[in-house]
Nanobody
Framework: QVQLVESGGGLVQAGGSLRLSCAASGRTFRTYAMGWFRQAPGKEREFVVASNWRGDNTNYADSVKCRFTISRDNAKNTVYLQMNSLKPEDTSVYYC???????????????WGQGTQVTVSS
């Protein structure tokens, strides 16, 4: 069993940066692939990025490539999402998720956090 808690969301101006954190409980965290998804009101949950447990296999959505970076610290049971050059269209609730392998679909993950709101003003 893995429990996930996101933090770091907030309000930022366009062009700014935020770093989201996802703290995981459970001794098997380091074996899980971790993903970030986002969901805006009235829209489906959207894949953002995922990483395998070693961090050497990552997959980014085209919309965030070169702006967002996923990283993880297995010793701290934490995965991060560094978001730079934020745009108003990045406004969403951001969720972290844990699964067996890197996947770009929500049903590829077994555990989810409660989400953290990111709002980018123009």
């Amino acid at each position: 069993q893995v429990q996930l808690v996101e933090s770091g969301g907030g309000l930022v101006q366009a062009g700014g940066s935020l770093r989201l954190s996802c703290a995981a409980s459970g001794r098997t965290f380091r074996t899980y692939a971790m993903g970030w998804f986002r969901q805006a009101p009235g829209k489906e949950r959207e894949f953002v990025v995922a990483s395998n447990w070693r961090g050497d296999n990552t997959n980014y959505a085209d919309s965030v490539k070169c702006r967002f970076t996923i990283s993880r610290d297995n010793a701290k049971n934490t995965v991060y999402l560094q978001m730079n050059s934020l745009k108003p269209e990045d406004t969403s609730v951001y969720y972290c998720a844990a699964g067996v392998e890197v996947a770009d679909t929500w049903y590829g993950y077994d555990y989810w956090g409660q989400g953290t709101q990111v709002t980018v003003s123009s």
